[in-house]
């Protein structure tokens, strides 16, 4: 191994541990504990190190966004590959879904309410976030019903979901409801 790429693994290497550091602290503590000066402590590098990676928070924010929308891509299409009936597959996709923004709300927010300088729905949007929709778009055009546009039946769907995943998290949804809403939302939208 030349000295050039044991230098880039260790870039890598480094990356990827500002990023995990990043979530990690992002899910104990908030957001607003991520700062490079912690991060810096964490990982046990200066801040100019960093900023050798990254140009800052937002930057930060946006890695964690894109390995959480792979995770996502990954988990809703295992979940979905289970469902025997296109009915039994969406509503699995609607549960993975909210399973993962309650489980993970550091990625979440990374992902739908933090600037990480991302952009959706472009030509340049990042892949991750491109499989992530195509992760819902795979199941959900399939339900989409005759004439409906199966993309825009699919940013119905996810923005329904998302509205129930923040509602619920913020507390204006009472969460033991959330199967019962799940249901109703297959049953109205998803054409069976």
Known sequence: MSVQERKQRERAERERLIVATARELAEEQGWDAVTTRRLAERIEYSQPVLYS????????????????????????????????????????????YLDLAERHPA????????????????????????????????TLGEVAGKGVDPVLFTETFWAALHGLATLTREGRLPPEETDYRVNLLVDRLAVL
């Open 53 to 96: 990676h990254f140009r800052g928070k937002r930057e930060i924010i946006g890695a964690v966004a894109l390995q959480g929308a792979a995770e996502m891509a990954v988990a809703m299409r295992h979940a979905t590959a289970a469902g025997s009936s296109p009915r039994a597959r969406v509503t699995l996709l609607a549960r993975t």
């Open 107 to 138: 990625v979440y927010d990374a992902l739908f309410q933090l600037d990480g300088g991302l952009l959706y729905a472009q030509e340049d949007t990042p892949e991750p976030l491109k499989d992530a929709f195509a992760a819902m778009l795979e």
